[in-house]
T-cell receptor
Framework: ETGVTQTPRHLVMGMTNKKSLKCEQHLGHNAMYWYKQSAKKPLELMFVYNFKEQTENNSVPSRFSPECPNSSHLFLHLHTLQPEDSALYLC?????????????FGSGTRLTVV | EDKVVQSPLSLVVHEGDTVTLNCSYEVTNFRSLLWYKQEKKAPTFLFMLTSSGIEKKSGRLSSILDKKELSSILNITATQTGDSAIYLCAVEAEEASYGKLTFGQGTILTVHP
């Protein structure tokens, strides 16, 4: 375990469903991120939260809705997704001043939209 | 738009070989370059490079940044089957509000016994 925990590990959902992905870190980090990893494409930044405030929304469709209730928890609420949204969704966290330890990633949620 | 390109996209070697992975970047307000190893799901941190010409080492892995050439290399000596993974290069930009990572496509390394 990296210290960043994501649940569920796998999720299959229909296009009309509503589901949420959860990310939790107890590393004392104050910034959290959502990344999307699709097959044969680079990891793409979706959202950045710094001290619970959203500081980046990388042109993500509104069917993805992030929530950061505190510096340790991050959610990604999903509704009316499309099959092309199937991907590995990775959560990451970091200190504001990262020093030598960079960003710590969770193991991801493998999402399949049917 | 920030861009990171890795080469080769895939590489197959035998145990004991030495490999060199390349990463080149174009980014506004460069802050640092990071290397990650992704075996199953979670990318695990290898190196963060901020200064040109200073080699970072961890066991059989080493990396160096060349800011003039806007590139970095990751070397793995005496490869083992456990080195088989996707190696990701990412560049961190210094934004007004906060840093963010732009990733390359990754290099898929396969080490055969």
């Amino acid at each position: 375990e990296t210290g960043v925990t994501q649940t569920p590990r796998h999720l299959v959902m229909g296009m009309t469903n509503k589901k949420s992905l959860k990310c939790e870190q107890h590393l004392g980090h104050n910034a959290m991120y959502w990344y999307k990893q699709s097959a044969k494409k680079p990891l793409e930044l979706m959202f950045v939260y710094n001290f619970k405030e959203q500081t980046e929304n990388n042109s993500v469709p509104s069917r993805f809705s992030p929530e950061c209730p505190n510096s340790s928890h991050l959610f990604l609420h999903l509704h009316t997704l499309q099959p092309e949204d199937s991907a590995l969704y990775l959560c990451a966290s970091s200190h504001e001043y990262r020093g030598l330890d960079g960003y710590t990633f969770g193991s991801g949620t493998r999402l399949t939209v049917v | 738009e920030d861009k990171v390109v890795q080469s080769p996209l895939s590489l197959v070697v035998h145990e004991g070989d030495t490999v060199t992975l390349n990463c080149s970047y174009e980014v506004t307000n460069f802050r640092s370059l990071l290397w990650y190893k992704q075996e199953k799901k979670a990318p695990t941190f290898l190196f963060m490079l901020t200064s040109s010409g200073i080699e970072k080492k961890s066991g059989r892995l080493s990396s160096i940044l060349d800011k003039k050439e806007l590139s970095s290399i990751l070397n793995i000596t005496a490869t083992q089957t456990g080195d088989s993974a996707i190696y990701l290069c990412a560049v961190e930009a210094e934004e007004a509000s906060y840093g963010k990572l732009t990733f390359g496509q990754g290099t898929i390394l396969t080490v055969h016994p």
